[in-house]
Antibody
Framework: QVQLVESGGGAVQPGGSLRLSCTAS????????MHWVRQAPGKGLEWMAF????????LYADSVKGRFTISRDNSKNTLYLQMNSLRDEDTAVYYC???????????????WGQGTLVTVSS | DIQMTQSPSSVSASVGDRVTITCRAS??????LAWYQQKPGKAPKLLIS???SLQSGVPSRFSGSGSGTEFTLTISSLQPEDFATYYC????????FGGGSKVEIK
């Protein structure tokens, strides 16, 4: 069965950096686009970033553009999110999510990880 | 930028009730819309894609309709396991979620 397992969350001071990982199994990772979605405590869902199945295209929400970088290593079935210049408002549970479509992306998310909490605070 | 507005933000209902949640897009998005269910402490679950296409394994009491700017999620007969928060999400441009609609027990 499809499994997505995030790791790398934790507490960091404002201005700091963190790298999240998402290890995938149960499907052919290199065939699907992947996304990061976050949820601040008690708030709604916010899409963060997308990467094409082959890593050749990325998209970012305006709120993280220039600070966050999505990447993937298809040989390791792993998705990453490098987060720099972190702010208080980046505090959230971060989910990785699989795009539903084979190869071409349609931006529907059919499988999600359990999430990893990032806390930005001094 | 496209804005997504969900209503109501919360609804109290009883088991067996019919519940309808509405999602409005600030501009036309054809049928590029999904619905998700999220329970406390859990990841969201995809219920419906392409406005009305029910995901495998999702009970048939869930249905979606609409096109353009107005969409609805209907639960025909609310079950105890349906109490949750529901989100719409447009996939026409950059993915964007609505604010959520919490279905609570009356």
């Amino acid at each position: 069965q499809v499994q997505l397992v995030e790791s790398g969350g934790g507490a960091v001071q404002p201005g700091g950096s963190l790298r999240l990982s998402c290890t995938a199994s149960g499907f052919t990772f290199h065939n699907n686009a992947m996304h990061w979605v976050r949820q601040a405590p008690g708030k709604g869902l916010e899409w963060m970033a997308f990467i094409r199945y082959d890593g050749t295209n990325e998209l970012y929400a305006d709120s993280v553009k220039g600070r966050f970088t999505i990447s993937r290593d298809n040989s390791k079935n792993t998705l990453y999110l490098q987060m720099n210049s972190l702010r208080d408002e980046d505090t959230a549970v971060y989910y990785c999510a699989k795009d539903i479509q084979y190869e071409e992306e349609v931006h529907y998310f059919d499988y999600w990880g359990q999430g990893t909490l990032v806390t930005v605070s001094s | 930028d496209i804005q997504m507005t969900q209503s109501p933000s919360s609804v109290s209902a009883s088991v067996g009730d019919r519940v309808t949640i509405t999602c409005r897009a600030s501009q036309g998005i054809s049928n590029w819309l999904a619905w998700y269910q999220q329970k406390p402490g859990k990841a969201p679950k995809l219920l419906i894609s392409a406005a009305s296409s029910l995901q495998s394994g999702v009970p048939s009491r869930f249905s979606g309709s609409g096109s353009g700017t107005e969409f609805t999620l209907t639960i025909s007969s609310l079950q105890p396991e349906d109490f949750a928060t529901y989100y719409c999400q447009q996939a026409y441009s950059f993915p964007l979620f609505g604010g959520g609609s919490k279905v609570e027990i009356k």
